[in-house]
């Protein structure tokens, strides 16, 4: 039964009585719940697994990817969300906020981005809460949904611009979520899913992931989205900075070069993450984050992330609540379609879609040969669904102001840990429910706190380039033209549209040089005919005269 299959030994007398009494409730426990309804719905014993087995992996995979949780939200706030020029306050020399008041300190912008941040933390928690529990319920696979890293960073850099600065409004580049959302849906559920994926050549397939890795972790370095240690300088375009002083505006070196307090203190969560990581330790993302972010909820200190500023007190009376559950505000339903003929939308609706038919496709196929659910054909036992309900909670992401949702590889924690069905999703949902209430703490991670964990994806994410053959110069090249146009033209778009165009352009030649082929051989039979046909009329005409 399923208390047999999680039972453990008692380590030949080392176990205390209570040990020995909790072990034995939880074989109980795990016996009660494989004979029930739910233990029979989620297959435990099919699949040989038990409930407590199901919890202990559920808990693992939220810890590897419970730092979405204010990651993302501050991705998308720097974008602004739904604040505007009408938001800014008004100098007090002045009759109206100039345009420059959203790129400038600002106490009126800075309060509404504070309360958007609030909000899309909100939002990221419900897509997540909803997607995970999705997942076990229907497709009874024990993988964990969140916001996707790299759509968000596409549609808060690219799409928005930091602080509305870009070609389209925040609630235009929701439409195109939820549109995306929609014909994803309309292609999971044709099954045509997987033949798109294939469509797209394999070396950009593959760059792509490595290109949208360093395009996270460059965002990771910068001043205002990151650790500060790059920045703008007007002769090179960037250069290290990690300034004691910066302009607020720009985020360029105004003095003190390296000397920043925070870029530290951003160095040693990292080197905390890194540590963690190389010792396979669950959790390790949330470790370098939770260490940074607690010494800079010290006041009155250089890295305090509330400093005595009207916004920082109103920031640090919030914070102090603890709990308190927040209401979004502002950017649940914010969709809006207007200017939606412009080629942006059209060129973003393309992006969004390539990327999410690429990395989840291929997330869902990595997580499931890993858990061992693919079968000789390769499929496996709730693919279907599974695609169904990977691109559902995106177009609800959409409607709570988030971008696209997807399956989290941090899911292969949980399946160390011995998950093997939709339990495992379940209690990620629910543990994504539970921080709905912490939402004072989670709105006060300073971005000093984030970029480490930005630029330690950007490092995961490059693991594919192992598999590119740069040996083969048709690959190579297109490969490491896609990888290298997304962070240095701040653009995913651009560098997927460069690569495919490269990789087509030196397709021409093979194609060319068949076309030749074919053509000489074509010369060759008509000429070979024209000779056979003149022979044939030559002997005819002797046969008459004879």
């Known amino acids: 039964m399923g208390g047999e299959l999680c039972s453990a030994g008692m380590g030949n007398g080392l176990l205390t009585r209570i040990g020995k009494t909790w072990s034995k409730a939880e074989k109980s426990l795990n016996d009660a719940v494989a004979r029930s309804r739910v233990g029979k719905y989620f297959k435990l014993e099919a699949r040989k ?8 992996a559920g808990l693992a995979t ?33 009759t109206a906020a100039g345009p420059d008041c959203m790129l400038k300190p600002n106490p009126g912008y800075e309060a509404c981005l504070a309360n958007t941040k609030s909000d899309l933390i909100v939002g990221t928690v419900l897509s997540s809460m909803i997607g995970s529990i999705a997942m076990g319920v229907l497709a009874n696979l024990p993988l964990g949904l969140a916001p996707g890293m790299g759509s968000n960073a596409y549609l808060a850099y690219n799409l928005v611009g930091f602080h509305g600065s870009g070609p389209i409004k925040y609630q235009t580049a929701l439409a195109v979520v939820l549109v995306e959302g929609c014909a994803f849906l309309a292609i999971s559920a044709l099954g045509l899913r997987e033949k798109l994926a294939k469509l797209f050549p394999r070396p950009v397939r593959l760059a792509c992931a490595a290109g949208i890795g360093l395009f996270i972790a460059f965002v990771g370095l910068q001043i205002h989205q990151g650790v500060g240690l790059v920045g703008p300088d007007p002769s090179t375009l960037v250069t290290s900075t990690a300034c004691a002083n910066t302009n607020p505006s720009t985020g360029e070196c105004l003095g003190g070069k390296m000397r920043s307090p925070k870029f530290w203190l951003a160095s040693a969560g990292f080197l905390i993450t890194s540590y963690g990581l190389m010792k396979n330790i669950k959790g390790s993302m949330i470790y370098g984050i939770v260490f940074v972010t607690l010494i800079s909820w010290f006041r009155d200190t250089s890295v305090t992330v509330f400093p005595n500023t009207p916004t920082g007190d109103t920031n640090y009376l919030y914070f102090k609540k ?50 061992g659910f693919v079968n000789d054909k390769g499929g496996f036992e709730g693919e279907y669904l599974a695609y169904l309900v990977d691109a559902g ?13 997807a399956t989290y590889v941090e899911s292969s924690a949980g399946l160390r840990e011995g998950g093997r069905t939709g339990l495992t999703a379940v209690t990620i949902g629910l543990c994504f429910f ?11 991670v300073p971005p000093w706190a984030i970029g480490p964990s930005l630029i330690m994806v950007g490092v995961m994410m490059m693991k594919v380039v192992k598999d590119i053959n740069w040996g083969d110069m048709k690959e190579a090249v297109p490969a490491f033209i896609t990888m290298l146009l997304m962070p240095l033209t701040y653009s995913i778009a651009n560098g997927i549209i460069g690569g495919i165009g490269l990789y087509i352009a030196l397709g021409l030649y093979d194609h060319l040089v068949v076309l030749l082929k074919w053509l000489v051989e074509m010369r060759r039979r008509v000429a070979q005919e024209h000779n056979q046909v003149s022979a044939t009329a030559a002997v005819e005409l002797t046969n008459e005269i004879i």
């Open 393 to 405: 909670s995106t177009v609800v992401g959409s409607a709570l102001g988030m971008s696209p949702i």
């Open 434 to 444: 539970v921080s709905l209430f912490f939402i004072p703490l989670l709105s006060s």
């Open 322 to 371: 603890v709990v308190d559950f927040h209401t979004i505000k502002s950017t649940a339903g914010a969709i809006s379609f207007t200017n939606f003929n412009k080629s942006e939308v059209w060129v973003a609706l393309a992006t969004l879609l390539y990327v999410d038919v690429l990395a989840t496709t291929g997330t869902l196929f990595t997580m499931a040969e890993m858990g």
């Open 49 to 56: 697994s038990c409930f407590t087995k199901e919890l202990r």
């Open 62 to 94: 939220f810890l590897t990817m419970a730092y979405i949780i204010t990651v993302n939200a501050t991705i998308i706030a720097d974008s602004g969300g739904t604040c505007s020029i009408s938001d800014c306050s008004v100098p007090a020399n002045q």
